[in-house]
């Protein structure tokens, strides 16, 4: 096995893991939680009408 191969064997895995990692992130069910996204921050409750 030469250099070339080896780079080649070593694209093809890193390929593979992203592709992997990808599917991972796109098919992952999103929490259901009461907080929110994590981009509404505490800041979003400074909005609310005061009594």
């Known amino acids: 096995m030469n250099q ?8 093809i895995l890193i390929g593979i893991s992203s ?5 991972v992130q796109l098919l ?3 929490k259901r939680d009461d907080r929110g996204e994590w981009y509404e921050g505490p800041w979003d409750d400074d909005d609310k009408p005061r009594r």
């Open 19 to 23: 592709l992997a990692l990808l599917a």
């Open 4 to 11: 070339s191969d080896m780079l080649f064997l070593v694209l």
């Open 28 to 30: 992952r069910r999103p």
